[in-house]
T-cell receptor, first 112, second 113 residues
Framework: SQKIEQNSEALNIQEGKTATLTCNYT??????LQWYRQDPGRGPVFLLLIRENEKEKRKERLKVTFDTTLKQSLFHITASQPADSATYLC???????????WGAGTKLIIKP | DAMVIQNPRYQVTQFGKPVTLSCSQTLNHNVMYWYQQKSSQAPKLLFHYYDKDFNNEADTPDNFQSRRPNTSFCFLDIRSPGLGDAAMYLC????????????FGAGTRLSVL
């Protein structure tokens, strides 16, 4: 079956450390992979997009990697801050019919 | 500056009483989406429009309907809400191109009593 897996357990990280979140998928060949941030009671907010032919993408303290062989994306937040605490969702873009295939997200908690 | 606006933010309805949620956008995007999201779950696509072309997901219950009278507005109608329909409803837009990102509203939290 086709599915996307993100760590269902919350990830607790000490402030200042690097947080690494994982998105694994099976039976898909996405053209793009996107990461979104969702705060409690709010809609997701786009963070980064990486294409299938890109290995890594950076934006300020954020870094995304994409390994199409392993069918995995890693999302890193360096020098983490309590304000980074949120749920982070990955989404696969098959580049067809305008839809994204969503993971359930990983809750990240940054402790001061 | 809010680009995708959902109203109301919170909606309480009674079991079986019809309810309408609204969404408006200032982005002039071709595609508008309605998602249902329950706690700790992935957003579940209910339907989407490309312009006026309506696309219903196969597993979206008939109880859910949608209207898009113009580019800017889209409505979600729940004809007879059940307890299982209590959720966050998210509206999103995109331009409709490959590698496109989605812009979300703040959501409407629906409670069914």
């Amino acid at each position: 079956s086709q599915k996307i897996e993100q760590n269902s357990e919350a990830l607790n990280i000490q402030e200042g450390k690097t947080a690494t979140l994982t998105c694994n998928y099976t039976n898909y060949s996405p053209a793009y992979l996107q990461w979104y941030r969702q705060d409690p009671g709010r809609g997701p907010v786009f963070l980064l997009l990486i294409r299938e032919n890109e290995k890594e993408k950076r934006k300020e303290r954020l870094k995304v990697t994409f390994d199409t062989t392993l069918k995995q994306s890693l999302f890193h937040i360096t020098a983490s801050q309590p304000a980074d605490s949120a749920t982070y969702l990955c989404a696969l873009d098959m580049d067809s019919n305008y839809q994204l295939i969503w993971g359930a997200g990983t809750k990240l908690i940054i402790k001061p | 500056d809010a680009m995708v606006i959902q109203n109301p933010r919170y909606q309480v309805t009674q079991f079986g009483k019809p309810v309408t949620l609204s969404c408006s956008q200032t982005l002039n995007h071709n595609v508008m989406y309605w998602y249902q999201q329950k706690s700790s779950q992935a957003p579940k696509l209910l339907f989407h429009y490309y312009d006026k072309d309506f696309n219903n997901e196969a597993d979206t219950p008939d109880n859910f309907q949608s209207r898009r009278p113009n580019t800017s507005f889209c409505f979600l109608d729940i004809r007879s809400p059940g307890l299982g329909d209590a959720a966050m409803y998210l509206c999103a837009t995109s331009s409709g191109q490959g590698g496109d990102i989605q812009y979300f509203g703040a959501g409407t939290r629906l409670s069914v009593l």
